[in-house]
């Protein structure tokens, strides 16, 4: 795949799937009910495991989709550039009903202080794009947050329009059953509907949170092209993604 295909394909995945994800926050110790004998240290809390760009890069180029292609990494500062874009077009966005907006601030919000990478490869044949991100953060509570609203817009927002420079589209989300070897997960199937009635584009992704390490998966196409059958070999994707993690 070349490189502006890939940059093609990760911009997709910049609007929708970078940071509509969360994290598990970190197991507390329980406290006991008596008192600890004063010679007893506290048990310390976990530090959550940290990643640099590199190290998340590292992850996304072990990895290769359905078809057995390897990804092609994108660099973090091509991702930063797809944001700053993405968040300048959104400015201007009317959704509605305006509740289902938390869909598109959680994906273009990055917690400071975060590290990224992201992968895409493209099936000629059938043209489909499937993007990969590895999303990790300092404060897992932070995720956790962001996770919890995207799992609540997931259910209440099965339709919703966005209407950007005079055209509006309806999008019909779909949560899908599809299990992921993760702490956290969820899976949706997006359809696209022109103001004619045209389907045209169909999204499935796929969530998985591995304590600080979030992973997302996206695979995008006509309609028919993407089902949601599909939902499992992208599960896959997330799950080689945190095992390697």
Do not use: H, W
């Not at 799937?17 to 240290?41: K, N, R, W």
């Not at 956290?184 to 499935?204: D, E, F, R, Y």
């Amino acid at each position: 795949m070349n490189r502006s295909n890939a940059s093609a394909a990760l911009a997709i995945a910049t609007v929708l799937t970078l940071t509509g994800c969360g994290g598990p926050a970190p197991s507390g110790t329980t406290a006991s009910s008596s008192p600890s004998p004063a010679s007893s240290d506290p048990t310390p809390t976990p530090t959550p495991k940290a990643y640099t760009n590199e190290e998340l890069s590292a992850i996304v180029a072990g990895l290769k989709d359905a078809q057995g292609q390897p990804l092609t990494v994108v660099p973090a500062a091509q991702i930063d550039q797809g944001l700053i874009a993405a968040r300048e077009m959104l400015k201007t966005a009317v959704i509605t009903p305006k509740t289902c907006g938390v869909l598109i601030d959680n994906n273009t919000q990055v917690p400071e202080g975060s590290t990224y990478a992201a992968g895409a490869s493209l099936a000629a044949k059938a043209k489909t794009a499937t993007v990969l991100t590895v999303f990790a953060v300092q404060d897992p509570s932070v995720m956790t947050a962001q996770f919890e609203k995207s799992e609540a817009a997931l259910n209440d927002c099965s339709t919703y329009t966005i209407e950007l420079k005079g055209q509006k589209v309806t999008s019909e989300l779909k949560p899908l059953d599809t299990p992921v070897q993760a702490e956290k997960s969820m899976a949706a199937l997006t359809v696209q509907t022109t103001p004619a009635g045209q389907k045209q584009v169909c999204n499935i992704t796929v969530l998985g949170v591995k304590g600080t390490l979030a992973v997302t998966v996206m695979k995008s196409g006509a309609v028919g092209a993407v089902t949601a059958a599909d939902a499992p070999e992208l599960a896959k994707l997330v799950n080689a993604a945190l095992a390697a993690g």
